[in-house]
């Protein structure tokens, strides 16, 4: 069973529109972490949240951890197409070691 | 300079063979991972290790076994290679070993394809 769920799997917007990527757990989560992976290439870090409403920001994405930390959300504001790629969700599921559940991820893609 | 480096980037073997990738980080962290992505892009952790303690994912056959000759290497070591171990293999490394939070660092991946 998947540890960690995300929506939408795909996403295909106009440049310069917002959206928003959702992760979701069923279990509370002692850390989530936001990729980003450009189409053959490894990991990018994103932000890190780790306690319950947390919000970050990094330009234009905005990360928010919800109350209970088992769901979050990535907004990108006014995307670019340097925005597309795959975005993973990955979540410290507390079983020791710091291991990295990851989401299915969200394929995006930005048109000019 | 690259934090975490991986080679080889690409792979081609045949079935049956024994390969090895290689994994350095040079960020002075203690634990060190490997992922496995498959070709839907799901990436599951395969194993976690630091000088004291490896962990090992249920589900990975233990034709993959990790080898790290120090703390700033962690090689992947696959026998017998079968055709559904064609992924791409991520290398990790983070500084803390155990829960609590740090980001962990990616290497670029290894494309290994098996026919």
């Known amino acids: 069973s998947q540890e960690l769920e995300q929506s939408p799997q795909s996403l295909i917007v106009q440049e310069g529109k917002n959206l928003t990527i959702n992760c979701t757990s069923s279990k509370t989560l002692y850390g989530l972490y936001w990729y980003k992976q450009k189409y053959g290439e490894g990991l990018i870090f994103l932000m890190m949240?780790?306690?319950?409403?947390e919000e970050k920001s990094h330009e234009k994405i905005t990360a928010k951890l919800d109350e209970k930390k088992q769901q979050s959300s990535l907004h990108i504001t006014a995307s670019q197409p340097s925005h597309a790629g795959i975005y993973l969700c990955?979540?410290?599921?507390?079983?020791?070691?710091?291991?990295?559940?990851f989401g299915t991820g969200t394929r995006l893609t930005v048109i000019p | 300079d690259t934090a975490v480096s991986q080679t080889p980037k690409y792979l081609v073997t045949q079935m049956g063979n024994d390969k090895s990738i290689k994994c350095e980080q040079n960020?002075?962290?203690?634990?060190m991972y490997w992922y496995k992505q498959d070709s839907k892009k799901f990436l599951k952790i395969m194993f976690s290790y630091n000088n004291k303690e490896l962990i090992i994912n249920e589900t990975v056959p233990n034709r993959f076994s990790p080898k790290s000759p120090d703390k700033a290497h962690l090689n992947l070591h696959i026998n017998s290679l079968e055709l559904g171990d064609s992924a791409v293999y991520f290398c990790?490394?983070?500084?803390?070993f155990g829960t609590g939070g740090s980001e962990a660092f990616f290497g670029q991946g290894t494309r290994l394809t098996v026919v």
């Open positions: 960020l002075g962290h203690d634990t």
């Open positions: 990955g979540a410290d599921m507390g079983t020791g070691a710091n291991n990295l559940f």
């Open positions: 949240l780790q306690k319950g409403g």
């Open positions: 990790a490394s983070s500084p803390h």
